[in-house]
């Protein structure tokens, strides 16, 4: 787990390669739910770079500058099947 200032340092190095309106939009691209290879490859043609860049180092700026977080809702069919209340159906 990196630690508060690998953090720091990582989003300074970021922000002073490819600037801060990259890295607003880096973060946008992960909250919105793209995949990494799809952030590589779009960053890579915003910042002017000929290849995209792999999806270990999004990956990595992922883990570093936020939480990825997952939740499995079951369908109101089946929730209610196995008695679980409050479940709406999406």
Not at 18 to 23: A, E, L, M, Q
Not at 77 to 82: K, N, T
């Given at each position: 787990?990196?630690?508060e200032?690998?953090?720091?340092?990582?989003?300074?190095?970021f922000?002073?390669?490819?600037?801060?309106?990259?890295?607003?939009?880096?973060?946008?691209?992960?909250a919105?739910?793209e995949?990494?290879?799809?952030?590589?490859?779009?960053?890579?043609?915003?910042?002017?770079?000929?290849?995209?860049?792999?999806?270990?180092?999004?990956?990595?700026?992922?883990?570093?500058?936020?939480?990825?977080?997952t939740?499995?809702?079951?369908?109101?069919?089946?929730?209610?099947?196995?008695?679980?209340?409050?479940v709406?159906?999406?």
């Open positions: 787990m990196p630690t200032y690998d953090r720091h340092k990582l989003a300074e190095n922000i002073e390669r490819y600037g801060r309106v990259h890295f607003r939009w880096l973060l946008e691209a992960f919105s739910g995949t990494n290879a799809e952030i590589g490859r779009e960053l890579a043609e915003k910042v002017d770079r000929h290849t995209p860049f792999g999806r270990e180092i999004v990956r990595r700026w992922r883990d570093h500058f936020g939480s990825t977080v939740v499995f809702r079951p369908h109101q069919d089946f929730a209610s099947e196995a008695g679980i209340a409050g709406e159906h999406t």
